[in-house]
Structures are given as C-alpha cells and as structure tokens.
C-alpha cells in the first residue's frame, strides 16, 4: 500500500474536491496548465502530483483503497476551446481508452476496495461506456441541471471469492 489511500486517476482541476489538497489523495493526470484565467473571472489550474496517462498508472496493484475515475467524456471540442482545456478531450478510440483506464484503475484498487466512476452523458451515452468497460455497476445515481451526469460505484473482489459475492462487481481479470 502506498503513501496515500485515495487515488484521482485524472484530477484535472479537481473541480469536485471539497478539499483541492487533500493530503490523502494522489492526484493524477497527463496534463499540467498552469494556473490562469481562461474566461473573465473564472481560473483553471491543472496540477497533479503524478503526470501519467490513466491507462498505465505508475502504481503497484492494490495500492489504494478507494479509486476516483473521471476521465473525459467529450469525443469533440476546439483543440484550444475552454471546454477541451477545462475537461480533456478523447480520440476516436475512446472505448477502448476508457476500457483500458478502467481496468488500470482496478488493477490498482485493493480488494475490496471501491472505485467511483463519474460519467457525463453529453456526447456518449452512460450505456456505450458500460459495454466498452465490460462491468456492471453495483449502483450510481444521476445529477447536475439535466440529470445526465452518472456518479457510479464498483467494488473489487479478490479472485477467490465466491460466486455470490461477485455478483455485480468488478475485478483487475
């Protein structure tokens, strides 16, 4: 187990953080922006604590206890728009990229660990990213102005566990 308990595996401006420098969460993501304002009155600062890409975390398995997994949930933005800069951009292989992320992401939770699965329906629907990921939720819920924000959550068991106890949760296979 590492340092910290708690992995962001793509923070970017950690705009969902109650507490930006939680002591005990090691903040990951490939981008660093310096911070800045990119619209009147409104700043960005993208400033992890590891520069990585999610799909290959530089992290032993099993080294966090709970995982967070926001990546990006837009195929289409300007290369230098505020949304692009603001939340990251994926390329057509987006499956698979999320796939890939998804399953790093529980390569390095525990077991019985939790991870927590944001996901915004603007472009893609939540049930295209569910059949790229392979996995079923254990359970989520909707919000944000048209409910088309998804806060899902999955559990990791450990291989030996048994056939009830599986159900509905993901592993690292």
């Not at 187990?1 to 595996?9: F, Q, T």
């Not at 926001?70 to 949304?83: E, N, Q, T």
């Not at 068991?157 to 993901?170: E, F, H, L, N």
């Amino acid at each position: 187990m590492g340092a910290k308990p708690i992995l962001d595996a793509c923070c970017g401006a950690k705009m969902f953080w109650f507490d930006k420098q939680n002591p005990n969460v090691e903040f990951c993501d490939k981008r660093v922006v310096p911070l800045h304002e990119y619209y009147p009155k409104r700043y960005i600062e993208i400033k992890p604590d590891t520069v990585c890409d999610f799909t290959a975390l530089p992290f032993a398995d099993k080294s966090f206890k709970l995982v967070v997994f926001d990546p990006p949930h837009l195929g289409w933005a300007g290369p230098k728009s505020w949304m692009a800069l603001k939340y990251g951009c994926l390329d057509d292989n987006w499956p698979q990229m999320i796939h890939d992320g998804f399953h790093e992401c529980m390569r390095v939770l525990d077991d019985y660990g939790t991870l927590i699965f944001k996901w915004s329906e603007v472009q893609f629907p939540l049930r295209q990213v569910l059949d790229a990921i392979g996995t079923e939720p254990l359970f989520g819920h909707r919000s944000g102005k048209h409910n088309n924000t998804h806060w899902i959550a999955f559990m990791k068991m450990p291989p030996d566990a048994g056939q009830d106890a599986r159900k509905g949760v993901a592993d690292d296979r």
